[in-house]
């Protein structure tokens, strides 16, 4: 060991020093690597084969949807199911259409050739069906309609083989996400352990090579005549140690922090399937409760109380479909319709929408209107979702009775662009202090039966829209909801 004797004290520890931040320096290289590899199947995950997924569902839900139509064509001679029977059938097309462009296997392109000549015939055979009723042949029409029922059965049985195949897809690459998180785990913590070992090792070093020697001088320096001064390489050493540690804890954090990304990004991809698979589940049967109970109330004569009932029911439904939406919504970001909107006119679209459950819940309502306010670049059927949800919030945090005003005014930033202020507040409970910062945040409610998403998916909504949703409240004080949009410009008025 004469060679490492004969090193220097200086170069021993910069040595020691330059190994350790490579060894830094590598693991978070080798981390972000991952975290890319990582990152990239879960776009591939959530972007191309969720939406394929997403269309397989939609295809079988649009086909779904066209069943019975004819039926009711020939009950009642109505064309207006015809009409719903075209709708639904271009919808069909749209997502086969959205398939074919995000798929990339050939055996999965295949299928949807074979899906699309299928749907073809079907739908070739059942327009002959309803020229059969149309032109008064209706035995010939009703055995050719069995037929087409058969076909039906056979379309959507393929429709469903293409789903399980995207499935599959999905599963696979569910499970080399795993394995790379894996490696990344175990790649991190023998990474760890080495930086570990040359941290102690380098201890060591300065221990018996700096400090001890340093000690010795300090009792030999009052025997002596002219005491030694502290040299400048022990300043320079406590310098780059402090610094080297200092790295090394921000290593660590960052790698903690890649981490808890990787996992949030599993989990949102999760979360985007499980809501599209919740959609379909429900959405199918609402679908063919909304029309029973359109057919019933078109053709049952009903007293007033039965009226009453049937509105319940369909406020109710209307209800359960919001719950479908916003957990669609969640999984897949606004596509805005932006138009010049005023901002008075969005909110009274949204009161008269509100009515009747207002007068349930006993609320009154006190509107201050803002004088010449700015129109606004918006999608009002998303910013009266958000109108809704904050009122329909306020309502049940109050029960029965109490008061909300709502607000609107301008104002202008500090970069001197003008906004618009709506403010909504309740005379409700409030909401504590602690949960605040969480109320915005996904799956995060107080409600015993609420999603959690419906703040969230509204602060989205401003947000997509260029400004922010703002929170105010004090325990026992009410909340107030705070949605500023930006203004168009004073140059584009016109």
Known sequence: ???WENISLSKRIISHVVLL????????????WYAIGFQKNIDNLAGRHIKA???SREMENALANQKGFVTYYFLDGDTKWLQELAHYREVFRSW?????????DPVHADMLDKISRQYQHYVENKDRVIEMYRSGDRDKGEDLHWEV?????????????YEKLNEEEIQRLREKARHQAAEMSSFVVIALIVSAVLGVFLAFLLIVQVITPIRRLANITPHSEKPAPPANEVTMLGNQVRGMMADMDQTRSELEQSQQMLMHSEKMALVGKLATEVAHSIRSPMTSINMRLFSLQRSLDLTENQEEDFRVVAEEMRRLDNIVRNFLEFSRPPKLDK????IS???DMTMELLEYRLRRHDAEVTRRRGDDLPPVEADPELIKEVLVNLIVNACEAMGEGGQIFITESQSVTDQGERTVRVEIRDTGPGIPEEIQQQILEPFHTTKAQGTGLGLFIAARIVREHGGQLDLYSAEGRGATFIIVLPAVKAGEDG
């Open 345 to 347: 006119s969005v909110i």
């Open 21 to 32: 931040e490579l060894v830094t320096v590598f693991i978070g290289a080798m981390a972000i």
């Open 53 to 55: 997924l997403q269309a």
């Open 96 to 104: 086969l259409e959205t398939a074919r462009q995000v798929e990339r």
């Open 1 to 3: 060991m004469k060679w």
């Open 339 to 342: 138009q010049r909107v005023n």
């Open 149 to 161: 029922r058969s076909q039906f059965f056979a379309l959507n049985k393929l429709c469903q083989s």
